[in-house]
């Protein structure tokens, strides 16, 4: 029973610690040049659209499709597949969008490449076009979480204000702490 104790003292002690040093990581500021990789991140997303995905660092092959479709689906090559390599990709793309790219649910770790399929229509044509649109908004969705917005003003100075609020709050207790701690040392004089 007494290692058990023991062992939920400690956790919660390294929990406290550990909070503590979140507290201080999620308040502390990016860089300036951590401010420019958003900013120009910010930047490219805004500017991003399917039209500005090169198509030939993209590999689109054609295969059966599957479902519905009677004998257009059995001789027709319209399911449209396609494969994009990461190395011709990342470079194109900002730094921040990486990780969640390779996180992405269209990664395949043994090619190295993020690969869409579409089988929506019956036409080739559209199929790619369609693989297209999905790799736009799967960079566009990835994008959206990964670049913080831009903080306005008004929200900095709210931000300053509770920062203050809480160090003050913080130095109070100490006081009072060190107030409770002081009267317990009195004056040990003998009468």
Known sequence: ???VRS??????????ILGVAQLRYASSRPTSDEEENIGAARKWLDQFNPDTIPKNICEVTFSRASGPGGQNVNKTNSKATLRVPLDTLLPRIPLLLHPAIR?????????????LQADDSRKQSDNSHACFTKLNQLITEVGQPAVPGETSAEQRRRMKSLEEAQNSSRLKTKKLHSLKKSSRRGSHSDF
Not at 7 to 16: F, G, L
Request: proline share 0%; hydrophobic share 40%; net charge positive.
């Open 7 to 16: 062992s939920i003292a400690k956790w919660s002690c390294n929990r406290r």
């Open 1 to 3: 029973m007494l290692r």
């Open 103 to 115: 996180a992405s649910r269209f990664y395949a770790a043994k090619s190295d490449s993020l690969v």
